[in-house]
């Protein structure tokens, strides 16, 4: 057993190594980072908690990243989830062509981000872009959907939805481990469509529901991509997500202790809500037998 | 069944066979380094341009590889938005490119972090003498941090107007008799007593040429004032007082421009404004909305002369300097930035880089160094290059760029403030004029704003630096 043991730690060392040298001893790096004044090539300068006593008080962006980032992860999220198990439901039926359907909706989430990104530019232009000229078909001159306030922040939201195949695809996976014999019991004691969604469908499907609200919550903290390529925070700091404050910080500004420091709020942020949506999970999630 | 699972077995194998050799053979061959002279010194180059500006570079690499027999420059072009992590990383790891060409302000910021060389470092007395007493002001005050200079200047970028004169002229702007199109320099200097004295005057002029469709919507801009930066040099006001090396924010003139400039915008309309701008997609060469006349006159820079040469050769246009308002202002104001040579920290061969700089930057060869300049349509550093005959006559064939060449003589252009958190200050000037300008605040409250949290970064700084202490 024992030899195995060491085989087996042996077959995984260079993944043990890579997070070793590249996870771990950055991360403990960082926690002494975190109190200095730092930039890089200069040593640390210790300088304690006022690095967090900046952030709290003296630095108005910090809340504002903090507070954009929250509503997205508010928002998005169950949205997000919402879409999913909508587009998963539709995507379950028998239908003909429904392999082409599920490849269809599932391709948008393998495109690279930076083309997405570039076509989304184009869509969600004011005066030229598809959004508002089909608006226009119906009356409506929708607004600059990426350079004014709120809008920006939204285009942002529902720009999350081109991406949701990939959620779709194992709330997909979960419905198919729903065993038949409870439908088919649910059908000889009568229950409808409706009541089998909502009594054994949703209910079987809570484990995967709260696998992935776990992960597009620690995402959405972490969504900094589009806001970087698309917007760069602005208009007026509305896109201002907390990932791309933090990177402005230390790759912009050289303040790196500083960044250090605002990694470790949104790790506490983000440990926070996932502690406590494990604590709720036993109220709502249903692991069947 | 059997037989056929066996010949996808031998296959399957035979193919993986091959991977793993071609994967050794990549493994073990050395990799080609492509190096055309590999008895000489390498001297590494990282750069950020792109497309046609990097074929320029490039040439410039090669004309300085061919010109002597002891350096090879090898260039390579870094993408522009991983370029300073990509570098900051390198010099950290104690292996940095021997020189690169920089266009974010980050002079004071890497200077300050022991990241770059002083000019004094690696130029001998003579020569950073001669950087003294000859380079264009502007060019000095670019590479100057805490009384050294840290960069060389390669190309400074100047900004002015530029006016359409088919615009002009259709609106009746201009008379009969002034010139079509400029072909000359006296045609230039005459089209130049035609153009708007003040500021108030070319706002006027531009309310004349905005054109709308039937809904309101902006179909063509005809001037409007923005960039705050920019325009408060020109009200008598800036960001830095170079004598006692203060900065000077939320002053009287620049809280005149700031109102000026959220005044103008909001006649306009901030909303058509914007939806407008979104729709100007094309930012380089042949799809500029000067070019393609989605604009009668903008601000831009001098890069756009060859630009149009290129792709819109019959444009009648004219260049001039942005003009003061008519009370408190200042003549040939306004923000100036550039390209420049940064050698770091840890160069291993910081001889061979100034070899190269001073070879583009023409120290020695300044009528050599004017074929490059004119080849990219920059602006040089050094009056020697722009009084050359090769620029001369490249001038006198581009009459318009004489404006630029005019501003970078000007005591009245400014660079962003030298101080080490420039990068964060050129940000928070750009919010106070976003908030101003969309009207979330009030110029005097965007000034406030912007002067408190500066000082909030200095105190920050100050308490630092007695700490340390």
């Known amino acids: 057993m024992k030899h195995e043991s060491i085989k087996g730690y042996l077959f995984i060392s260079p993944w043990l190594i890579g997070f070793l040298i590249f996870v771990l001893i950055p991360f403990a790096a960082s926690i002494y980072l975190a109190c200095t004044e730092y930039d890089i090539v200069s040593p640390p300068v210790w300088v304690g908690s006022e690095n967090y006593r900046r952030l709290f008080f003296d630095d108005p962006l910090f809340w504002k990243s903090l507070g954009v980032t929250l509503k997205y992860a508010l928002i998005a999220v169950p949205l997000g989830t919402f879409v999913g198990v909508g587009l998963a439901l539709l995507l379950n039926l028998n239908v003909r062509g429904i392999r082409f359907y599920r490849t269809a909706f599932y391709l948008p989430s393998i495109v690279p981000m930076v083309a997405t990104c570039a076509v989304f530019s184009w869509v969600l232009n004011p005066q030229i872009g598809l959004m508002n000229s089909m608006l226009r078909l119906i009356g409506i001159e929708g607004p600059a959907w990426l350079s004014s306030e709120p809008w920006a922040f939204y285009s942002l939201v529902l720009m999350s939805l081109w991406s949701v195949g990939g959620s779709m695809v194992i709330y997909l996976a979960g419905l198919k481990n729903i065993p038949i014999s409870l439908y088919e019991a649910a059908v000889v004691d009568g229950a409808n469509a409706w009541q089998r969604t909502v009594h054994i469908t949703l209910p079987m499907l809570t484990p995967v529901i709260f696998f992935n609200v776990i992960m597009g919550t620690i995402n959405a903290f972490q969504y900094f991509a589009q806001a970087f390529i698309m917007t760069q925070g602005g208009p007026e700091d509305s896109t201002s997500f907390y990932a791309l404050y933090l990177f402005k910080r230390s790759w912009r500004y050289l303040d790196m202790g500083y960044a250090s420091a605002m990694a470790w709020i949104l790790f506490v942020i983000v440990m926070t809500i996932t502690v406590l949506l494990f604590l709720t999970h036993k109220k709502w999630v249903h692991y069947g037998g | ?469």
């Open chain 2, 1 to 469: 069944m059997a037989e056929r699972r066996k010949y996808l077995k031998i296959i399957t194998a035979s193919f993986s066979l091959i991977l793993l050799f071609a994967f050794l053979m990549g493994w073990f061959l050395k990799t080609p380094d492509g190096r055309k002279y590999p008895d000489r010194e390498p001297v590494y180059f990282w750069h950020m341009w792109t497309s046609g500006w990097k074929k320029v570079v490039e040439g410039i690499c090669d004309d300085f590889n061919r010109s002597q027999d002891e350096y090879e420059v090898i260039p390579l072009s870094i993408p522009a938005n991983v370029a300073d992590s990509k570098f900051l990383l390198a010099t950290a790891g104690g292996d940095p490119p021997d020189c690169m060409a920089q266009w974010n302000q980050v002079i004071p910021q890497f200077a300050e972090s022991r990241l770059i060389l002083p000019l004094d470092e690696f130029m001998s007395p003579r020569e950073y003498q001669f950087f003294l007493d000859h380079a264009f002001p502007i060019a000095q005050k670019i590479a100057y941090f805490e009384g050294r200079h840290y960069c060389m200047p390669l190309a400074l970028d100047v900004r002015a107007c530029y006016y359409r004169l088919d615009h002009l002229r259709e609106e009746g702007l201009l008379p009969d008799s002034a010139p079509a199109q400029i072909s000359n320099r006296a045609e230039y200097q005459e089209m130049l007593k035609y153009m708007p004295r003040s500021m108030e005057q070319l706002v006027t002029w531009g309310w004349q040429l905005h054109r709308f469709d039937e809904k309101g919507r902006l179909a063509r801009l005809g001037f409007i004032p923005q960039w705050f930066r920019m325009i408060a040099p020109l009200f008598g006001g800036g960001f830095y007082n170079w004598e006692n090396g203060e900065l000077t924010l939320n002053t009287p003139e620049n809280l005149r421009a700031l109102e000026y400039i959220t005044e103008k915008n909001k006649v306009i309309g901030f909303d058509r404004l914007l939806r407008f701008r979104s729709s100007l997609t094309g930012k380089h060469g042949a799809d500029w909305p000067f070019a393609v006349g989605k604009r009668s006159i903008t601000i831009d820079g001098q890069w756009r002369v060859s630009q149009l040469e290129k792709y819109a050769p019959d444009l009648p246009y004219m260049t001039a300097p942005l003009p003061p308002p008519r009370e408190g202002g200042k003549e040939e104001a306004g923000w100036v930035h550039g390209n420049f040579m940064i050698v770091p920290v840890g160069s291993k061969n910081p001889q061979g880089a100034w070899a190269f700089i001073k070879f583009w930057t023409g120290f020695d060869d300044p009528e050599h160094a004017a074929v490059h300049y004119t080849k990219a349509g920059w602006l040089p550093p050094l009056p020697q290059i722009a009084q050359s005959g090769v620029f001369t006559r490249y001038v006198e064939n581009h009459p318009q760029f004489e404006t630029f060449i005019n501003l970078l003589d000007s005591p009245n252009m400014e660079p962003t403030p030298p101080v080490p958190f420039q990068l964060l200050l050129y940000d928070m000037i750009k919010r106070a004029d976003e908030s101003a300008t969309r009207g979330n605040m009030t110029p005097r409250q965007a000034l406030e704003n912007l002067e408190e949290g500066v000082n909030n970064e200095l105190r920050r700084r100050k308490k630092a630096v007695q700490d340390e202490k």
